[in-house]
């Protein structure tokens, strides 16, 4: 069974940065496509930004400049490095994959 599980999410000034991290378990990594959604509140669901299996990346244009996403396929990690951080980055940030496992959710802040 996959499992993902993300990491790295709290409380950060306007302006500020965080890494999050997600780790994938269970199966075969560097084939499948790794995205990272958001949720704020009141908000439906949002793709961040999207890692190919060939590490081609497409980012929503919201974020284009600010965040990052990388993988490392050999210790089967997907990374969103956020820059420039504001306000309305604030929601729960998930880890999926192109299976369609989604991992728990890490809440990311983002407040004076």
């Known amino acids: 069974q996959v499992q993902l599980v993300e990491s790295g999410g709290g409380l950060v000034q306007p302006g500020g940065s965080l890494r999050l991290s997600c780790a994938a378990s269970g199966t075969i990594f560097s084939i499948y496509a790794m995205d990272w959604y958001r949720q704020a509140p009141g908000k439906q669901r949002e793709l961040v930004a999207r890692?190919?299996?060939?590490?081609?990346?497409n980012y929503a244009d919201s974020v284009k400049g600010r965040f990052r996403i990388s993988r490392d396929n050999a210790k089967k990690m997907v990374y969103l490095q956020m820059n420039s951080l504001k306000p309305e980055d604030t929601a729960v940030y998930y880890c999926h994959d192109s299976r369609g496992s989604w991992g728990q959710g890490t809440q990311v802040t983002v407040s004076s």
């Open positions: 890692i190919s299996s060939g590490a081609s990346t």
